[in-house]
């Protein structure tokens, strides 16, 4: 999609729009359309990079990024979602490419593992994610750990 702004930011570089904008969406996605109730707000956010995508001004996808050592041994990618009426326009595979550079960048030696919903194995296998773990229940839906092996230098 080529009029998609990407920005990444810190919590502390967030404006309060911002954050309240990627908040709602998480709950329009997570909560809301997926229709299962847990806790969002898991203190996370204050320690990640946030990846915002834009299209026409108006956020459509969003991840969050979080260091080695925070919630895995290794760096971790979480919260990938894509606006509804924005999905099927590549727009899931750029905002997980837009993670993994920015991460490569920040963490270059660290692996980066995802608590993936089970049925997107496939997509993110695309981007060299591994299957590490079986099925388990998170949140009501099954989910999957994978991981990318650490970037070495190009």
Same mark, same amino acid.
């Given at each position: #999609?080529?009029?998609?702004?990407? =920005?990444?930011?810190?919590?502390?570089?967030?404006?309060?729009?911002?954050?309240?904008?990627?908040?709602? %969406? *998480? @709950?329009?996605?997570? !909560?809301?359309?997926?229709?299962?109730?847990?806790?969002?707000?898991?203190?996370?956010?204050?320690?990640?990079?946030?990846?915002?995508?834009?299209?026409? *001004?108006?956020?459509?996808?969003? =991840?969050? %990024?979080?260091?080695?050592? /925070?919630?895995?041994? $290794?760096?971790?990618?979480?919260?990938? /979602?894509?606006?509804?009426? &924005?999905?099927?326009?590549?727009?899931? &595979?750029?905002?997980?490419?837009?993670?993994?550079? =920015?991460?490569? @960048?920040?963490?270059?030696?660290?692996? /980066? =593992?995802?608590?993936?919903?089970?049925? %997107?194995?496939?997509?993110?296998?695309?981007?060299?994610?591994?299957?590490? &773990?079986? @099925?388990? #229940?998170?949140? $009501? !839906?099954?989910?999957?750990? #994978?991981?990318? @092996?650490?970037?070495?230098?190009?």
């Amino acid at each position: #999609m080529s009029n998609l702004e990407v =920005t990444v930011k810190s919590f502390s570089e967030l404006s309060n729009a911002e954050l309240y904008s990627f908040l709602r %969406l *998480r @709950a329009e996605i997570f !909560i809301v359309e997926q229709q299962f109730i847990y806790q969002d707000l898991d203190d996370f956010d204050q320690e990640a990079v946030h990846v915002c995508a834009y299209a026409d *001004r108006k956020l459509v996808a969003y =991840t969050r %990024l979080i260091a080695p050592g /925070i919630k895995y041994p $290794g760096a971790s990618i979480g919260r990938v /979602i894509t606006k509804s009426c &924005s999905r099927n326009r590549g727009i899931g &595979s750029e905002i997980v490419a837009c993670a993994l550079r =920015t991460s490569k @960048a920040l963490w270059p030696y660290s692996p /980066i =593992t995802i608590s993936a919903q089970e049925y %997107l194995q496939n997509f993110y296998a695309r981007f060299g994610f591994e299957k590490q &773990s079986d @099925a388990y #229940m998170e949140d $009501g !839906i099954p989910h999957i750990e #994978m991981t990318v @092996a650490a970037f070495q230098d190009d």
